[in-house]
C-alpha cells in the first residue's frame, strides 16, 4: 500500500523546495529492548494524520507548505541507516525547511542532530521522555536508542534540556552531572507544576525538539515499547511546549517510539497529533504571531 503524505485529505503535496516543513519518515527498529513495533510508526502516523483538522486551534501549519519525503530505508547496519537520515536532513535544510522526522526508535534522531551540527551554528536539543537514554552503550551498542542523548552530549557537545524523565539509571544521572544537562523530571513536575521558564536565558536560541511518545503518561500512551506511569498529560506537554519555543527557533523536531496496536486508534492519532502541533508551535514562533503564514 502506497504511504500516504501527511494531512494529505486536507493540503495537496507541495515540492521540496516549497515547503516549509519536509515530514521523514524513519521505520527504524534494531535495537528496542522491550516492546517491539517501532517499524510500523511511521506509517501508523501518516495514516491517522488523514483524520486531523488542519485547523490546530490556533493556525493551520500546513498553510506553510508540506512535504513528506519518502520512506528512508532501515535496512542494513545502524550507521548506515544513520546516514541516509543525514542526507534526507540535509535536503531539508538545504530548501530551508524544518526537518519533522517520524520515528522508529529513538536512534533516528542522531542522523538530524549530525546534520543540524555539520551545519556549525548553535543549537540546543529538547528532549520529551520517560527515559534519560544517556547511556554510554546498552546491550552492546553505542547506537541503541537508550544513547541517543549520550551521543548528543558527550560526541556532538549539544546542550540538552530533559522533560518528563521518570526512568533513569546511576550511570546516567552522572552524565547529567558531567554535562550539565537541564532538566525537568515527572517527579519534579508533579510536585512543583510546570515551570513558566523552563529553558534558562542563555540555552541556545535555535532548538531541535525530539519527542519520545513515552514521555505521555502510560494511560494516554499505552502504544510504545516502554509505557511509564506519571508522565505528561496532553495539556501540560503543550504548555511546556509552547513554553520553550517562545522567543526560540525550532531547527527541527521529531516524534518517535510508537509501537502501534492494532485497533487502538486513539493512540496512533495522538502521535499524529502532536506532529501537527509541533509544528504549528514551530510556525508560530518564527512568525511571530498566531496567525497562519507561509514561511519568509
Known amino acids: 500500500m502506497p504511504l500516504p503524505a501527511f494531512l494529505a485529505s486536507e493540503y495537496a503535496p507541495v515540492a521540496p523546495q516549497a515547503a516549509a516543513f519536509h515530514i521523514i519518515p524513519v521505520p527504524l527498529e534494531q535495537s528496542v529492548s522491550y516492546g517491539s513495533g517501532t517499524a510500523r510508526g511511521p506509517r501508523a502516523i501518516l495514516e491517522?494524520?488523514?483524520q486531523l483538522e488542519a485547523w490546530d486551534g490556533r493556525s493551520a501549519p500546513g498553510e506553510a507548505g508540506l512535504h513528506t519525503a519518502p520512506l528512508i530505508p532501515c535496512d542494513g547496519p545502524v550507521e548506515t541507516v544513520l546516514e541516509r537520515?543525514?542526507?534526507a536532513v540535509r535536503e531539508a535544510l538545504a530548501c530551508r525547511a524544518c526537518p519533522?522526522?517520524?520515528g522508529g526508535e529513538h536512534t533516528v534522531t542522531l542522523?538530524?542532530?549530525r546534520a543540524l551540527a555539520a551545519g556549525g551554528e548553535p543549537f540546543g536539543v529538547v528532549q520529551f521522555d520517560a527515559h534519560a537514554d544517556l547511556r554510554s552503550s546498552y546491550e552492546g551498542s553505542i547506537y541503541s536508542h537508550a544513547c541517543v542523548m549520550h551521543r548528543a552530549v558527550a560526541d556532538l557537545g549539544l546542550p540538552l534540556a530533559q522533560f518528563a524523565v521518570r526512568d533513569m539509571s546511576r550511570e546516567e544521572g552522572?552524565?547529567?552531572?558531567r554535562y550539565g544537562v537541564i532538566r525537568h523530571d515527572a517527579d519534579t513536575l508533579a510536585r512543583q507544576g510546570l515551570p513558566d521558564s523552563p529553558l534558562p536565558d542563555d540555552f541556545p536560541r535555535r532548538i531541535y525538539i525530539s519527542f519520545d511518545v513515552d514521555g505521555f503518561d502510560a494511560s494516554l500512551m499505552p502504544a510504545t515499547g516502554t509505557?511509564?506511569?506519571g508522565g505528561l498529560f496532553w495539556h501540560q506537554a503543550m504548555q511546556l511546549l509552547e513554553a520553550c519555543l517562545r522567543g526560540r527557533e525550532a531547527v527541527g523536531m521529531d516524534v518517535v517510539e510508537l509501537a502501534p496496536i492494532p485497533g487502538l486508534h486513539h493512540a496512533d492519532f495522538t502521535a499524529a497529533k502532536l506532529v501537527h502541533a509541533l509544528m504549528g508551535f514551530a510556525q508560530r514562533a518564527a512568525s511571530g504571531t498566531d496567525a497562519p503564514g507561509r514561511r519568509k
Not at 174 to 177: S, T, Y
Open 48 to 50: 491517522a494524520s488523514q
Open 85 to 87: 537520515i543525514e542526507a
Open 100 to 102: 519533522v522526522l517520524l
Open 111 to 113: 542522523g538530524a542532530l
Open 174 to 177: 552522572a552524565v547529567r552531572e
Open 227 to 229: 509505557p511509564s506511569p
